[in-house]
């Protein structure tokens, strides 16, 4: 009878160091399933309010207002951002190009400072502060 041999183990996250690369990609993944649920299921409300009475528009609109719902809708924002640049950070490595360490780990610090920025010039804008 012939011995039985362990199958080698892949590697996992407990032996890998964690850098902003691997953040990042777990945040695309994260924020496109966030975008996907979350973001859809605001917008088909806000369209039913829309299409409803005056009375449902302005149930959505005291939820959106309120400090929860400002903070799902800021959420939101952010998760759209930070997927659209790391969308096109996937993109330009589709290109063949930055998967040089020093230039992969640039280019997920910029996303990650680029969806920040972006969110907060957003809601600078949209709270009157840039007008």
Known sequence: MAAVRERPLSPHLTIWRWGPHMVVSILHRITGAGL??????????WLMALAGSGD????F??????????LVLAGLTWAFFQHTFSGLRHLLMDT????ELRANKAG?????????????LVWAYWSGALA
């Open 36 to 45: 996907s649920v979350v973001g859809l299921a605001v917008l088909a409300w």
């Open 61 to 70: 609109q005291q939820h959106a207002t309120s400090w929860y719902g400002l």
């Open 56 to 59: 449902d528009y302005a149930a």
């Open 108 to 120: 997920a610090v910029a996303t990650i400072v680029l969806g920040l920025f972006a969110t907060a």
């Open 96 to 99: 063949g190009q930055g998967f």
